[in-house]
């Protein structure tokens, strides 16, 4: 079912980049066929959009390096004195 998007336009065409095939298509093409752009692109595809000619934006998966990082994960990084909540020589005469 990985069948290559229907053309529109003559405008419509690949660009190599790292290893990395970006498709163009066109803003009014993206539009009417987006459900199925999402699809592809969950599957690892990309697509410059662009509007007349002019890229004006990128639909690609979302990088792997902005994951929420887990609870814990810096278990044992951090120490903490047996004091730390005691009142400060400073501020002992306010308290």
Sequence with gaps: MD???R???SSNQSV???GMEIEEIGAFEAKTRL???LERVARGH?????KRGRPIAELRPPASTTRRPQFG???GRIEMADDFD???EDLKRYG
């Design 35 to 37: 459900s199925e752009l």
């Design 7 to 9: 053309s529109t336009s």
């Design 86 to 88: 005691a009142p400060l």
């Design 3 to 5: 069948t290559p998007p």
């Design 16 to 18: 190599k980049l790292v």
């Design 46 to 50: 990309v697509y410059r959009i662009t």
């Design 73 to 75: 994960c810096d278990r």
